[in-house]
């Protein structure tokens, strides 16, 4: 696996692509994660929690997760690039440029993600990278989630 420093933005620019890399593992969703999510966030939406009444009246045919919970999945469902990015002293989530929940996923789906570099830039503090992430049910051609994610990578602080 190539190492590039963080710094190096020409080195890390020349990784940008529009292809995604490889999916990632595999993450069961289960009903359970969706309940615990939503007695963490106070979002107890009929269509998360209530599986009978889901099942009956929810156009998915049965509960579905969150859009946050899948976002939150991201960590677990991390994809393996052929580079990394070293010499930082810390890497800290700088937001979103964009973030859709383009289809519903359903309880007890497996969920895997993909990613590419998209965008290098120079800062005042760091080196800010934006990476476009999909994560879609398997099996299915659309992506559940697209997030381009920014992280603000910065040189170590001396002590």
Do not use: C
């Amino acid at each position: 696996m190539q190492e590039i420093r963080f710094d190096d933005i020409e080195g890390l620019r020349s990784r940008i692509s529009p292809d995604f890399s490889d999916w990632g593992p595999e993450q069961e969703l289960s009903q359970d994660m969706i309940d615990r999510f939503a007695e963490l966030t106070g979002d107890r939406q009929w269509i998360h929690v209530d599986v009978e009444r889901a099942r009956r009246e929810s156009p998915f045919g049965g509960p579905i997760a969150h859009g946050f919970l899948t976002l939150s999945l991201l960590p677990k469902l991390r994809t393996r690039t052929d580079f990394n990015i070293v010499g930082y002293g810390n890497a800290v989530n700088y937001g979103a440029d964009k973030l859709r929940f383009v289809a519903p996923v359903p309880a007890g789906a497996k969920l895997h993600a993909r990613s590419r570099l998209r965008a290098v830039e120079a800062k005042p503090k760091g080196t800010m990278v934006t990476n476009e992430l999909q994560v879609a049910v398997v099996g299915q051609e659309l992506p559940a989630l697209i997030y381009e994610m920014l992280v603000l990578y910065n040189p170590p602080r001396n002590r």
